[in-house]
């Protein structure tokens, strides 16, 4: 089959821009990773970036390598793996696609043999095995997602209180195999688990500040078409054609949205008739802010009722048992009186447990003595206190 080198480039960007959402890595890091997959350690990701322009590989197994790649981190679904394929000059990509997708899901993507840093303070956690506490929560919005209709559920928080660490383990957990958890990480919450569609949506990604592009990008991840041009009404249609499987909207960040134009009052009344009349109780919306829904809606002018189909779940501090096994899984231990004081300094709240356990354990690394490590933490954890001290207790 004859290649089309403008309609691979195009795909093959998309698949990029879909894992840099998902992974929330710059797309040079991105680029570095799949060209050091396909074995080319000098100057790879100049490779991927000359694909980019419309280049096709020249050999196949290269194509279907790198189509592999794209798969397993998120890229691609089928519908979209097979047009990477066809545009990159695969002559029959239906045995991959077979492979590939046995059974309607990507295989998981094998991990490189290295291990998860014990503390994670600069960025959302995304690693299961590296999330620790909120079981009362998980274990309320799992069991609203068990059966159908499936429940809209808002995660309320002030900034840092782990939100968007939250979203991430909702979507991930059930379908981590036990070899990549800790030992006894629970993973069951749903039964039939791979059934489940996730899409995770960050409106700070400036993607999303058109809406058309966050309608064609929940489409393609259902594997649905998406008509030109891609309206509300059209996306609504499409949509009430079925379902394939349940499925929940995560929204990142709302505050965001209601910041934009594009988000108004239209397109959240749309969205209440998606989850109330068009998908018959199977698709549901999990949605991340700092305040109650209708607040923050109030607060841009944009109340809608919408937003009145939610059931809130407050994050505050973890419990004490929570904060300590987040505490013990540090590489060396850490004495008893160095454990409370950690406790006591951080009320529970996971970024400050992290940051004082990550300036307690580089100061046993570095073999340094006294107690300056505690200062050190301090200075770490001031900058947050201001943002954490407000919000309410659970």
């Not at 080319?40 to 990701?45: S, V, Y």
């Not at 989850?275 to 700092?290: D, E, M, P, Q, Y």
Request: proline share 7%; with cysteine.
């Amino acid at each position: 089959m004859a290649s089309s080198p403008d309609q691979f480039a195009y795909w093959l960007t998309q698949a990029i821009h879909l894992i840099k959402a998902k992974e929330r890595k710059k797309i040079e890091t991105i680029q570095d990773e799949l060209a050091y997959a396909l074995g080319r350690d000098k100057g790879g990701a100049a490779t991927i970036g000359y694909w980019r322009k419309g280049n096709v590989p020249a050999d196949t197994r290269l194509l279907e390598h790198l189509a592999t790649l794209l798969v397993q981190r998120g890229g691609l679904n089928r519908r979209t793996c097979e047009q990477f394929l066809r545009t990159g000059g695969h002559a029959r990509p239906e045995l991959l696609l077979e492979s590939l997708f046995q059974s309607g899901n990507p295989p998981p993507l094998p991990r490189a043999a290295r291990a998860l840093a014990p503390f994670v303070t600069q960025q959302p956690i995304t690693e299961p095995a590296q999330f620790f506490g909120r079981e009362r929560e998980c274990s309320r919005i799992f069991a609203w997602w068990r059966h159908s209709p499936l429940h809209n559920v808002a995660i309320i928080g002030p900034r840092h209180s782990g939100r968007t660490s939250l979203l991430h383990y909702l979507r991930t957990i059930n379908t981590t195999p036990a070899r990549h958890l800790r030992p006894g990480q629970r993973h069951d919450w749903l039964p039939e688990a791979d059934r489940y569609r996730w899409i995770y949506i960050d409106f700070f990604d400036p993607r999303w500040h058109r809406r058309d592009n966050l309608l064609r990008y929940v489409l393609a991840e259902l594997g649905l078409p998406a008509h030109e041009p891609c309206t509300l009404e059209s996306f609504i249609e499409t949509i009430s054609n079925g379902l394939p499987q349940p499925t929940i909207i995560m929204l990142d960040e709302l505050g965001a949205a209601l910041e934009m134009a594009e988000y108004d009052g239209d397109f959240w009344r749309s969205m209440r008739a998606l989850v109330t009349s068009v998908t018959r109780g199977a698709l549901a919306f999990a949605i991340a802010a700092l305040d109650d829904l209708q607040t923050l809606a109030a607060g841009f002018g944009k109340t809608s009722p919408f937003f009145n189909l939610f059931t809130s779940v407050r994050l505050g501090p973890l419990t004490s048992d929570e904060a300590r096994a987040l505490i013990a899984v540090s590489p060396q231990t850490f004495a008893p009186d160095d454990s409370n004081w950690i406790l006591i300094q951080s009320q529970g709240w996971p970024i400050l447990v992290q940051l004082l356990c990550q300036a307690r354990l580089a100061a046993l690394e570095e073999e340094v003595g006294g107690e300056g490590w505690k200062a050190d933490g301090l200075a770490q954890i001031n900058r947050y206190r201001y943002l954490l001290d407000g919000a309410p207790r659970q």
